[in-house]
């Protein structure tokens, strides 16, 4: 069974909904980027990547194609490909009691996907 907090994600996901990160997000939500060094703290913080990330990554052909669960934590691994360039990451997924993110950190692969996500979240988020 799925847990909430990630059935709320993929719901969020999928809509392409920003409006609904902003129950799912705890205040004190850390974000952490493979392209920045320091943690993120914060809602707003959590939200702006996550906006931006959606926007970036949210190709068409964007997908989790596989996902592990445990009692308060998930690992959703997803693939798409980003101007010709084939991206293959994991989302790390950590939740309170309330269903809410209260972390969630972020690894993409290769090194050539990396480098092509880099500059395109860096135009989004000074947008």
Known sequence: MTAVAIQRWHAVMKARD?????????????????????????KALTINYLSAAMTVLG???FRYV?????????????????????VNGV????????DQIVNFRVMIRPVKALQAVMPAMAAVLAA
């Not at 934590?73 to 360039?85: K, R």
């Not at 989302?91 to 309330?98: L, P, S, T, V, Y």
Request: aromatic share 8%.
């Open 18 to 42: 920003l409006g609904g990160l902003g129950a799912l997000i705890a205040d004190d939500c850390v974000f952490q980027s493979p392209a920045v060094h320091t943690p993120q703290k914060g």
């Open 59 to 61: 190709t068409p052909d």
């Open 66 to 86: 596989e996902q592990w669960i445990g009692a308060t934590s998930a690992v959703l691994e997803f693939s798409l490909t980003l101007d010709g360039i084939a």
């Open 91 to 98: 989302d790390i997924i950590h939740w309170n009691d309330a």
